[in-house]
């Protein structure tokens, strides 16, 4: 019989947003009368903007005719999407070349993949709460994870402990689940550490286009020496509402260089070219089309609208939950508004009363982590109604 991968035993029962899945169809099931209103998983409920869906239009059109028709395409991405991605880092002020933009289906499947890249016996640093994906993909790898606090002391920012030695470092900035985002000085810290300890950070900005207040940075590229010390993964998920569509971008400077056990020098951005030509043929003609026109004018003034609307939905969840004098965290600069269980409750038992008492999904902070087991996540991705009337029922139940 064959050898299994066993660390599979290590992992959860089931991904986090599995459960929740399993819940909200069992209490359905019982209580087909009742209204659900689902504010758990970050899932965009907007229609993608109308300058994109031209352009997805025409990438079909284009293989319907033997001169336009594409086969497969460069597993790195067609050059017109890695160069309108290179022009919209220089809108902020930071300078990439092309041939460091590796187009994926997404932010999820990257921050797995490039465990690919890493030996199993690097020391990994990971908040905690934190996205399950990053966890769960070490796991699968038979990694063993340092964990670092964010808790309400440090405003669910935890800064590095120069004490502790860490090889592979992940932040996600703004957090998911908690909202909160660093400011330069504090990412200044985090770089400066990681190349205290020659180590690489994985940074997730897959909600960069959510922050509003100009003094915080879009990329950690926006910091000096991170050129020499970061990967960083994006998403069209949320920023254009490629959610089913499936679109991202990683970004590998070719400055990352280190050096193996024989000498020889690696680099990381060849390392990844290397993966990604062996084991992914590229994201489809027709879906690239439409992501380089997120990034025309008139798709990002598109996008943009779109995202406040979701941005006035957070204002709206943040408000109610400040009216009942409920303690809560991001909201701004994010989609994700993170908040104390009333009652000191736990965040399942929470999960149960809030989907039977009020009908409303949300996402229990013990999902993401031991420091999440008293917290709750709702997130601005519905529509404005369901929004209002989920916010009059939380009014209502407490």
């Not at 993608?48 to 033997?66: C, D, F, K, R, T």
């Not at 797995?112 to 640093?125: P, Q, R």
């Not at 690239?288 to 204002?315: D, H, L, P, T, W």
Request: glycine share 6%; net charge negative.
């Amino acid at each position: 019989m064959p050898k299994l991968n066993e660390n599979y035993l290590n992992l959860k029962e089931s991904y986090l947003f599995s459960e929740i899945s399993h819940r909200v169809n069992s209490y359905i099931s019982t209580n087909p009368d009742k209204r659900v209103i689902r504010l758990g998983i970050g899932d965009v409920t907007l229609p993608i903007g109308p300058a994109v869906i031209s352009q997805l239009h025409e990438g079909v059109n284009a293989l319907a005719n033997a001169e336009t028709f594409k086969g497969y395409g460069p597993e790195q991405g067609y050059a017109f999407l890695r160069e309108a991605i290179v022009d919209y880092y220089k809108q902020n002020n930071v300078i990439i070349d092309a041939d460091e933009v590796f187009v994926s289906d997404g932010a999820k499947s990257d921050t797995g993949n490039i465990t690919d890249l890493f030996d199993k016996d690097n020391v990994i640093l990971i908040p905690d709460p934190v996205y399950p994906v990053y966890v769960d993909t070490n796991i699968m790898n038979g990694r063993n994870i340092t964990y670092i606090d964010a808790n309400i002391q440090n405003n669910f920012l935890p800064m590095p402990d120069h004490s502790v030695h860490a090889d592979i470092i992940y932040i996600c900035s703004p957090n998911n689940p908690t909202g909160a985002a660093y400011n330069k000085e504090q990412l200044k810290e985090w770089v400066d550490y990681a190349l205290e300890n020659n180590a690489v950070i994985l940074y997730d900005s897959a909600y960069e286009c959510f922050i509003t207040d100009e003094t915080l940075p879009r990329s950690i590229f926006a910091i000096d020496g991170a050129k020499k010390c970061a990967i960083e993964f994006c998403s069209l998920s949320k920023t254009a509402g490629f959610t089913g569509t499936r679109c991202g971008y990683t970004i590998v400077p070719k400055d990352l260089t280190f050096t193996a056990s024989n000498t020889a020098q690696m680099s990381l951005n060849a390392m990844w070219n290397r993966r990604q030509t062996t084991k992914f043929n590229g994201v489809s003609y027709i879906v690239q089309k439409g992501a380089a026109a997120v990034f025309s004018v008139e798709g990002m003034a598109q996008c943009k609208k779109n995202i406040q609307y979701y941005q006035e939905n957070a204002r709206i969840i943040a408000e109610g939950l400040a009216q009942k004098n409920i303690r809560y965290f991001g909201g701004v600069n994010s989609p994700y508004i993170w908040f104390e269980c009333p009652n000191n409750m736990d965040s399942w038992d929470f999960f149960d009363y809030l989907l039977c008492h009020a009908q409303i999904v949300g996402t229990p902070g013990a999902g993401f982590g031991k420091n999440g087991q008293k917290f709750f996540r709702l997130t601005s991705f519905g529509n404005r109604e369901n929004t209002i009337e989920a916010m009059e029922r939380i009014n209502k139940l407490f």
